[in-house]
Each structure stands twice: as C-alpha cells, then as structure tokens.
C-alpha cells in the first residue's frame, strides 16, 4: 500500500506565498516523477508543476517564473512553493506520484487526497 499525505494551504491574500509539501510512504521500491496537479472551481484538473528523479521540471505556463516544485528522493517527497499568489490560483491542489511498488513489476500513479489554495483578492 502507498500512500501520499499532502500538508500547506490555505488562505492568502494575493501577493502572498504558500508552501505546500507531499511525503510518499509505503513498500515503495522506486518512484519517478512526482508533481502536483490542480483543480479550480468549474475546472477540469490541470499540471501545476512535475518533477522527475533526477530533478528535471517541467511548469504550466501559468505559474512559470512565481512557482519552484523541489523533491528529496530520499525522504520520498515533494515540495511545491508558491510566490506572487493570484486569485486565479485558487483550487485543490493533488500530489502525484508515479509509483514502482515493492509488490508489482508495473509502475502506477498515486494521488494525495488534495489540499485546498484560496487567494483572495
């Protein structure tokens, strides 16, 4: 069983940063890319921000520039800070993994139960 378990969020002001963090725990013999994902109100999920094992990253044009996704791979987690916060950015935030399990021979995604961003303006 893997788990991913999301801390940070909140509420800000715009201008504002927040720093959100995401652990990985579990059999887990090896874990590529992790990221994170969100969802606005109305909105269908988007890439926020990824990153692989050996620390190449890639942003949604959105947040190029305000947003730095970083991972220790051997604590197995993810950090996403945000700077320069806009309203816009408001949504549940998902932390992904994609995931080698000690119990399969396939890699598969895991996602954190979300954790919610407002800015308000």
């Known amino acids: 069983q893997v788990q991913l378990v999301e801390s940070g969020g909140g509420l800000v002001q715009a201008g504002g940063s927040l720093r959100l963090s995401c652990a990985a725990s579990?059999?887990?013999?090896?874990?590529?890319?992790m990221g994170w994902y969100r969802q606005g109100p109305g909105k269908q999920r988007e890439l926020v921000a990824t990153?692989?094992?050996?620390?190449?990253?890639n942003y949604a044009d959105s947040v190029k520039g305000r947003f730095t996704i970083s991972r220790d791979n051997a604590k197995n987690t993810v950090v996403l800070q945000m700077n320069s916060l806009k309203p816009e950015d408001t949504a549940v935030y998902y932390c992904?993994?994609?995931?080698?399990?000690?119990?399969?021979?396939?890699?598969?995604?895991?996602w954190g139960q979300g954790t919610q961003v407002t800015v308000s303006s």
């Open positions: 992904y993994a994609d995931v080698l399990p000690v119990t399969l021979s396939r890699r598969i995604d895991y």
């Open positions: 579990g059999r887990i013999l090896g874990i590529y890319a």
């Open positions: 990153i692989t094992s050996g620390g190449r990253t």
